[in-house]
């Protein structure tokens, strides 16, 4: 299923997690040349990201709303 990014936070370790509408988290890294996303480093380029839908897995496998952190 596709749910929309709504907003972002980063984990412990920096790494950036958008949070989609359906209620799960995914972590949107750019850790090149494995995992290219480079619009993620900068505010516009995540501020674009806003309402661009990602295939979520969790939502898939049925899985339960991520915590939202404060
Ligand atoms: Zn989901």
Known sequence: M?????????DELGDWVAQ????HHQHVRHHPPWTE???VVTPQGR???IGHRLDC???E????PDPRPV
Do not use: D, F, N, V
Not at 2 to 10: L, V
Not at 20 to 23: D, I, T
């Open 20 to 23: 989609l509408a359906c209620g």
């Open 57 to 59: 897995k969790k939502c």
């Open 37 to 39: 996303r480079p619009w």
């Open 47 to 49: 501020q674009a990201m």
């Open 61 to 64: 496998s049925g899985a339960p």
């Open 2 to 10: 596709q749910s929309p990014i709504t907003g972002y936070h980063q």
